[in-house]
Each structure stands twice: as structure tokens, then as C-alpha cells.
């Protein structure tokens, strides 16, 4: 009998093991608690704006392989755009001075010798920290590793950290701030070209997957929320989803990509991150002005990117915790006088929306990547995926995606 996979959760990490494991010819069958796919990267209609966006802004570079690979396989890789050089637009609000960030093409970082290219008043050694953080030991947090001052900690390392960890960068883990730099800076600059799905995350990333999914035969069910995981011996028995019940063969399998809190509670001693940061996306309906760049970013300011869309400006804040109890109209009005000094705009605040998502991804730090579980389980049909499990990145669209790849490759391969 053939084997069917249940993969409980439809986020990136759900959809990409399926997608994978599909194009193997296995049959697969998805289930999602909520009513929509996508889980953190989804896209909906906000009615505030009248409007579709994005429940949060994501940043790709043209070195995350996995993501790309991903986009490739639903037909989607046209969708995500960026410059055709690796540029990175900046604006420091303190001294309302601009620079454009530009990357040497190959691996031999030459961009760091030249000063129209390089970060405003800085050297060329000013760089030479950033090596060190590629060879921290995984107990080690960032601020042990490298010194916090100085223009290119200021205006590249902090905000490239905060982006990529979601964590003050003095408390990040070392290990994972150095595998980011060896996967996009380190493999110079065609891995770090920026990329966003300009035409929304749900348009880009989740409506494709479903459709190819459809295609080759594989149900997600939406609204279908798992209740509870039965064991017998050393395997997934049934999966019980409260009106309904699914009796596993001996030969299925089961991926859980679910969050960590989530996963902690179906499987009995399972240790998980206990620990989150929140992100702040802030949308505002207004046509962006062409002198401001698809994506920027902006240090000395409560703002931290801001993203540009057709009728819509959006800004994020990582590490956004501190924010949390804001008033959503006073927190709308900081960022708007930021976003409109920035791109010259009329002080009257626009139609406005501010998603704050609490739990956005485990924190970064030392300890709590020690305790992010590998895809194997103690049963021997069940495999984990999720940007929390042990993929040797931040909480992040690459994660997400390698770690349903990862899960589906161990069970094509059979290692149950």
C-alpha cells in the first residue's frame, strides 16, 4: 500500500514539505487549524484600507537557495523582485543623511575599499569583525564576539542582526548572526540581492503552492484543527481531530509544522524555544512617491524598513516588544512623521493599520537555539518542520522552507 504523509500545518514549512514530497509522487494530505494557509506569511483583506496586504513584511536575498528553489517549484520565482545589483538603500533620521550600500558582484568583497560604495565614514578594517562572528561557537552571544560601536556596527551590522535575528543583536546568538553573514555577505553579492514579493506574500508564496498542490491531487483542509496525537509503541498511531479520526497504516507518516508551543503540546517531552520576540508592521494607504526606494532601510528611528507597494507604504520593527502596549493610533502617528520626513510627504496621516504579531519568532539567543529540536522525533514516523526546529538559521522565510524540505527528504529516504 502506497504511503500517505499527514502534514499538520499549512504554513511555509507545511507547504514546502508537501510541495516537495508531491513532486516525489507521494501522496500527501495537509491539514490547517485555521482558515487560511500561510500561517506568519499570509495576505488578507484589511478592511480599515480597503486593501490587501501583508500580515507582515518580509525581506528575501538571492542567497536563500531554499526559498528560491521553492518559488521556482509553485511557478512563482517571477514574482519576487528586487534591484538587479545588490544595493541597500539607507536613511539615517538623526543626520537625515542618505547612502546607497553597494555590493560587489563576486565573492571578493571589493565594495568595502571604495567609499562611494561603502558605509558613510567608514574604513575598510571597520568590516574585518564581521569575519569573526562566522566561526562563534554556538554558546556564544553576539556581543561577546564583536565590539557594538563604530559607523559600520551602527548603520550595516545592527540593523542587518536585528532584521535577520529579531533580537537586540548584543543578546543574539553569535552562531546564527555568522550563518546568516556566510550565506548572503560572505558568498558576496549575487547571494545578497534583495528580493520582495511586490504583488503580496499570498499572491507570491501560498496561492501558487495550493493551486500546484491541487493539481497533483493533494486535500488541504482548512478549519481542520488537530486535537490530540496517539501513540502506539514507538509510532503515530491516529490523529485525532475532535469530529473526526485518522487511523495511520504502518507505513504513513506524519510531519508536525506547527509552532513550538503547539508542537510542545501534542508531543510529551518534546523541548521547544519557551521564549518570543514580537515584530511591528505598520500599512498605510497612500501612493508612494518614485524617488523612494522599494526598500529601505532606516537607523536612528522608531522605523526600521520601510517597504513600498503599489498604493501602500509599510514599515516594520523588529524586536518590537516595547510596542506592544502602545496605543495603536499614538504608535501609527510616531511612524508616520518618520515615514513622511523620510519620503517628503504631507504630514496628514493617511488610512493606517498596525499588525502586531507578539509571537513572531522564538528569541534568538544561545540558549534558546540550544533548545531547537532536529526533525527526527522518538517516534519513528513523525518528523518535525517549522523555523524553530534546528535548521542552523534565525526564525525566517529560508528556515521555514529548508526545514520542510528537510523533513520531506528524511522521509522519502525512510529514515522514520
Known sequence: MARTTHIIGAGLAGLAAAIEL?????????????????????????????????????????????????????????????????????????????????????????????????????????????????????????????????????????????????????????????????????????????????????????????????????????????????????????????????????????????????AAAFLPGLETPTEFRAIVNAHFRIEPPERLPPILGVVNATTEWIFTFPGRISTTISAGDRLLETPREALAQTIWREVRTIARLPAELPPWQIVRERRATFAATPEQDARRPGARTAWNNLMLAGDWTNTGLPATIESAIRSGHRAAEAISRGQR
Not at 35 to 56: E, F, K, P, Q, V
Not at 80 to 100: H, N
Request: aromatic content about 8%.
Open 22 to 262: 508531491t513532486s516525489r509522487g507521494e501522496r500527501v494530505a495537509v491539514h490547517e487549524a485555521t482558515a487560511a494557509a500561510g500561517g506568519r506569511c499570509r495576505s488578507y483583506h484589511d478592511h480599515s484600507l480597503g486593501m490587501t496586504i501583508d500580515n507582515g513584511n518580509h525581506l528575501l536575498l538571492s542567497g536563500n537557495h531554499s526559498a528560491l528553489a521553492y518559488a521556482r517549484a509553485i511557478g512563482a520565482a517571477d514574482r519576487l523582485v528586487g534591484p538587479a545589483r545588490p544595493e541597500f538603500a539607507f536613511f539615517d533620521f538623526a543626520s537625515r543623511e542618505e547612502w546607497t550600500l553597494r555590493m560587489s558582484e563576486g565573492r571578493l568583497p571589493w565594495w568595502i575599499f571604495d567609499a562611494r560604495k561603502r558605509v558613510p565614514d567608514s574604513r575598510a578594517t571597520d568590516y574585518l569583525p564581521l569575519a569573526r562572528l562566522m566561526w562563534a561557537g554556538r554558546d556564544k552571544a553576539v556581543g561577546e564576539v564583536i565590539r557594538f560601536s563604530g559607523m559600520v556596527y551602527e548603520r550595516l551590522t545592527r540593523p542587518l542582526l536585528l532584521a535577520a535575528l529579531n533580537i537586540d543583536p548584543a543578546f543574539g546568538s553569535a552562531a546564527l548572526a555568522g550563518a546568516v553573514i556566510r550565506e548572503t555577505m560572505a558568498a558576496g553579492g549575487q547571494a545578497c540581492r534583495p528580493l520582495i514579493a511586490r504583488q503580496g506574500l499570498g499572491t507570491t508564496l501560498i496561492e501558487p503552492a495550493l493551486a500546484l498542490l491541487a493539481q497533483r491531487g493533494c486535500p488541504v483542509r482548512l478549519g481542520h484543527e488537530l486535537h490530540a496525537v496517539r501513540f502506539s509503541d514507538e509510532a503515530v498511531a491516529a490523529l485525532d481531530f475532535g469530529k473526526d479520526r485518522i487511523d495511520l497504516a504502518s507505513e504513513d507518516a506524519v510531519i508536525l509544522a506547527v509552532p513550538p508551543y503547539a
